[in-house]
Structure formats: structure tokens, C-alpha cells
């Protein structure tokens, strides 16, 4: 081999960071989501649970917008392909590293060689992969987001499979151990309650069926995706038409098309839609929505934009208390033995 | 229209400011003079616009700006919008290679009709169509225009693939599809051009309120387009 591949070769090494041994029932790359778009139907994509997206960047360090791993449901195996500093948080999918368990919610350093798997949902249903160094994807239209519908950002635009090699980028020096506090760290559980601001058209339905809507418990069907979850459960009138001159959609908005069964729309939802949307739910409560599965029971309950602006400030607040550098390890990560 | 916009809340990061209930290139011509203005009014806290058919959706920031706030700026714009003035319509011309492989329901549209594909493509191509908004995928742009004449219902089985850059008639609705994806409008033609080009700015061949019109192209025009 001629010197100059070699050293070629041992460059890209050192940036290789994971490889996917089996990409799981659907794991992709995601970050805080594509902004700016929406005008030119491109919706912002991005974790589907955002705190987590956010904590476990602030766990290693990186900043909090880095690309991280979504991984839905079970079946993700990986394989660090050097010393590596991860943290996962969000649901709980039963993580392990060399089939032990792996602590979630902190800061977990991992050997070459080591496998990662994510083997059986207890909470949630979305987990979140940081890396030091935060995984390295080109920027599609200022993200990394997976959208998968264009086949844009991500991992070629698509979600990962066997062989798929990740690359990290350079992690900060002197990495603290870090956890979130055991009071900010969520029980997910299969009951919410997701306040919404009424709106922007209510006005389409009977008084009765605003009163089904905010007084029922739906359930989250099968048919729930990134791009919204369809809602099982009582059927909300409309007064008159079940459709709407097309506008544009939000994050959380809540359509209610003929057959009068409501529709969360979500992170991959399409930017414009002709069905008239009886509420959106505030952000707060998406952020934890993402960990919702099917057969999961929703309640949605009113609230105005004053109190969704005072409950989303104190989340912020809180955003910023939750995390400990343990003052004992506040030094550099310590590397776990390697299991044999 | 309505007389003056109504101001609501869309969830507590969006402001939807609606100008009235109508498919009608008045009430867009105020949706899309409303978002230049707001546009070029740089308001701390906004993150995007998004114009669609009778409304405008602003998406804010809570944390910068209160939506008592904003509505009050936006008012204030809004007040001092002309009503006269009909804002400049940027012009785009889509290259278009009519029937044959790339227009596979050509022949049909005009048998529906009675017509020869040459007066369908008469039709479609000489009339300019407004651009009222982009969605359903990225830089798919919902166009206006008079297409009653052949108008079509869409097909029976859905395609499975239709090619990016395929123009397709759906009732009395022309578009052009952005990406490859399933669809089953009635496909009578291609545009060598890209309407949505991920990696190179501009990344979007299209904006709301554009002025579009179909040209008609052939094989040779196609060929040299595409190689561009």
C-alpha cells in the first residue's frame, strides 16, 4: 500500500465512530430540525421529543442542537469503533453495552469494541444517542434531520441499516460526568395530558363537538408516525364543511378531518393542510409527546397563550437546573473496563 | 375578503393573520403583500412565514416576543398596507416537453375532451397561473389558473413512481412534482428544470405568489436544458 493511502486511511479512521450492526425497527439522525423552510413545504423534521434531543447533547458537552441518534422502538445494535463518551436519555428501551445495562440520563463512556443494543421498551418510545463530538452528517438546508419522505439530511436520507459507519467530531477536552438530577428525569407512563391553545378553527365545530373534544379520552393508533399520530376514540362534530381553504400547518396542530377523529401533526407533518384544526397543542407538551405509543391515552385540556408563554418560560428555567457535574468525577471521563 | 384580518393563536409559537375565505387572487395579492411587509419589518422573535391561500402563518419565538406583541406589529404593518397596490409578481418560465414518454396521459386528457393533444397543449401552456403556496412536499406549488377545458379526474390506480419534474393535471388543477414520489395526477409532460434542489441554493425553483407559465419544448431544447 502506498504511504500516502495509509495515512489517508488512518485519517478516516479516526473520525469513524459507530458502526450500525442492525439498524433496529427505525432509527435515524436528528437535531433541533430544519427552520426556515416551511414557506417552500419543507417541514423543520428534528427529534420528536426535543428535551431529551437537548440533554443528551448537554450530557456530553456538545452543544445542544448537535445531531444525535432517534432510535423508535427496539432492535438498534451498534459498535463503538474507538473509546467513545455517549449518553442516552428519553424513553427507555432497555439499553445495554456487552449485554450489561446501560445507565441512562448521564454521561457513560464506552471502549472500542463495545456493543450497544437497545432490547426491549419500559417507557417511551423514542430513545436519544449523543456522542462527544456530536455525529457528523453533511448539513442539508442548515440541519442534519432526517426527512424521510424528500430522502434528505441524515444518513443519505434515509434511516440507518447494517454497515452504515458513523463519524463524530472533535469532542471537547476534559469531559465532566454529568447527570440529570433524578427529579427532571421523566416517567413517561401511557396517559396524557396535553394542553392545547383552541384554534385556529375551532369556529368549524358544534359546540358539542368541542365539548367531546376536551372532555374524551382518544387513544394513539397504530397509524402514528413522525409525521402525526391518528387519534382513536369519541367523534367530534363539525358544524357544517370538514374542509378548509388549504393553510399552512404548526408543529402540534390538531386537524379534524370528515369521519371526525382528530390528527396530531408532528415533526414530518406536510407544511399545508385542508382540514380545519380544532386546537394545537402547546410546545411544552409535544417536547414530551414524541414518547407517546400507540394504545397510549391522550386528554387534551384548553388553556390561552399567556399561560402556554408563562409554561413554556419556567420549562425553560427548569431546562437550565437539571443537570449535576458530579463533584467528585469532575474531572476527566473514566472509561469503563472493557467487558471479556 | 373580510373587512379587516382576524389575528389567531396557532398553539403558542404561531400567529395565524387570515384575510378572508376564498380562493381569489385578491385575497392572496394581501396575504402576499402582508408577508413582504412583515418580511422586510425584520421584528425580533419571528422565525418564518408561511403564506398560503386567505392567510399568513407567523411562527415566533415566546421567548423573544409576546403574541399581545406581535399582533400589535403586525396590525400596525398591516394598517399601512396599500390596498391598491397589487404587489410585483416575479415571473418563471417552466420549459416543458409535452406527451410522448414523459407525458404519458397526453393522449388521454385529449380524448376525454375531444381535443388533439396539440390543443391541450395550446391551453395549458398559454395562460399564467399564480403561485398561491408551497406544500404537500418540498416546493410543490399550489398553482391558480382557468383549466376547465381539460379538466381530468385523476387516475383510477395511483402510480407507484411518478419521475421528478413530471406535470400533471388533477381535475381542474395543474402542478409539477418536485421529488419522485407516488401520485396519480394525469401526467402530460416533464420540466427539465429542478424545482427542488437540496444541496445548491436557491434551493426552491418556486415562491408563493410567482407567476408561472408552461412553455413548450422538444426533445433537442430538453436535452441541452438538463445538461446545465
Known amino acids: 500500500m502506498l504511504p500516502s493511502t495509509k495515512s489517508s486511511t488512518r485519517i478516516y479512521k479516526a473520525i469513524e465512530a459507530l458502526e450500525i450492526l442492525h439498524g433496529g425497527a427505525f432509527t435515524t439522525i436528528q437535531d433541533l430540525g430544519r427552520r426556515g423552510y416551511q414557506r417552500f413545504g419543507t417541514p423543520t423534521a428534528g427529534a420528536m421529543d426535543l428535551t431529551s434531543l437537548r440533554l443528551a447533547n448537554r450530557l456530553v458537552q456538545n452543544d445542544e442542537g448537535q445531531a444525535c441518534l432517534e432510535i423508535t422502538f427496539v432492535g438498534l445494535r451498534l459498535v463503538a469503533l474507538r473509546d467513545l463518551v455517549i449518553a442516552i436519555t428519553g424513553g427507555d428501551l432497555t439499553p445495554k453495552v456487552d449485554g450489561s445495562p446501560l445507565s441512562m440520563w448521564q454521561t457513560v463512556s464506552v471502549r472500542e469494541n463495545s456493543q450497544i443494543s437497545f432490547t426491549g421498551v419500559r417507557d417511551g418510545i423514542r430513545s436519544y444517542l449523543s456522542v462527544a463530538g456530536g455525529i457528523q452528517v453533511p448539513e442539508i438546508m442548515g440541519s442534519k434531520s432526517t426527512y424521510i419522505r424528500a430522502g434528505i439530511g441524515g444518513f443519505e436520507g434515509r434511516p440507518l441499516k447494517k454497515g452504515d459507519r458513523l463519524r463524530i467530531g472533535r469532542q471537547r477536552s476534559g469531559l465532566s460526568l454529568c447527570r440529570i438530577k433524578e427529579v427532571f428525569i421523566p416517567r413517561y407512563g401511557g396517559k396524557w395530558k396535553t394542553r392545547v391553545i383552541m384554534g385556529p378553527q375551532d369556529d368549524y365545530f358544534s359546540k358539542q363537538g368541542i365539548e367531546t373534544f376536551t372532555s374524551s379520552e382518544y387513544t394513539i393508533t397504530p397509524q402514528s408516525d413522525r409525521m402525526g399520530y391518528r387519534l382513536q376514540g369519541p367523534v367530534i362534530e363539525h358544524r357544517e364543511d370538514a374542509d378548509i381553504i388549504s393553510d399552512a400547518t404548526c408543529l402540534g396542530s390538531i386537524q379534524v378531518p370528515g369521519h371526525g377523529f382528530p390528527f396530531i401533526l408532528l415533526a414530518d407533518r406536510q407544511t399545508t393542510g385542508g382540514y380545519p384544526k380544532i386546537a394545537t397543542a402547546i410546545s411544552v407538551d409535544l417536547y414530551n409527546l414524541g414518547q407517546a405509543k400507540p394504545g397510549d391515552k391522550i386528554q387534551f385540556s384548553p388553556i390561552n397563550v399567556v399561560e402556554a408563554h408563562e409554561i413554556r418560560k419556567s420549562y425553560e428555567r427548569r431546562m437550565k437546573q437539571c443537570i449535576d457535574i458530579l463533584p467528585r468525577m469532575n474531572q476527566k471521563v473514566q472509561f469503563h473496563p472493557h467487558n471479556t | ?228
Open chain 2, 1 to 228: 375578503m373580510y373587512r379587516r384580518p382576524r389575528y389567531l393563536p396557532a398553539g403558542d409559537e404561531g400567529l395565524l393573520v387570515e384575510f378572508g375565505n376564498e380562493i381569489h387572487p385578491d385575497t392572496h395579492n394581501r396575504v402576499y403583500g402582508m408577508a413582504q411587509a412583515v418580511e422586510e419589518a425584520h421584528i425580533q422573535g419571528i422565525e418564518e412565514i408561511i403564506p398560503s391561500y386567505c392567510s399568513l402563518l407567523v411562527v415566533y419565538d415566546p421567548l423573544l416576543i409576546s403574541f399581545g406583541d406581535l399582533t400589535d406589529q403586525l396590525k400596525g404593518i398591516e394598517k399601512n398596507l396599500s390596498h391598491l397596490k397589487i404587489p410585483e409578481h416575479r415571473r418563471v418560465e417552466i420549459p416543458t416537453l409535452y406527451g410522448g414518454e414523459f407525458g404519458p396521459d397526453l393522449d388521454f386528457v385529449a380524448t376525454h375532451h375531444g381535443l388533439t393533444p396539440e390543443e391541450v397543449i395550446r391551453i395549458h401552456s398559454s395562460q399564467d397561473y399564480l403561485v398561491y403556496m408551497l406544500g404537500f412536499t418540498p416546493g410543490f406549488a399550489y398553482l391558480g389558473g382557468n383549466l376547465e377545458k381539460i379538466a381530468t379526474p385523476r387516475l383510477k390506480t395511483p402510480r407507484v413512481v411518478v419521475p421528478a419534474g413530471s406535470v400533471g393535471i388533477a381535475e381542474s388543477q395543474t402542478g409539477i412534482y418536485p421529488i419522485e414520489s407516488p401520485g396519480g395526477w394525469q401526467i402530460i409532460g416533464r420540466t427539465p428544470l429542478k424545482l427542488f434542489n437540496p444541496i445548491q441554493p436557491p434551493h426552491f425553483l418556486l415562491a408563493a405568489g410567482d407567476m408561472v407559465r408552461f412553455a413548450p419544448i422538444h426533445e433537442k431544447q430538453y436535452a441541452d436544458l438538463q445538461s446545465h
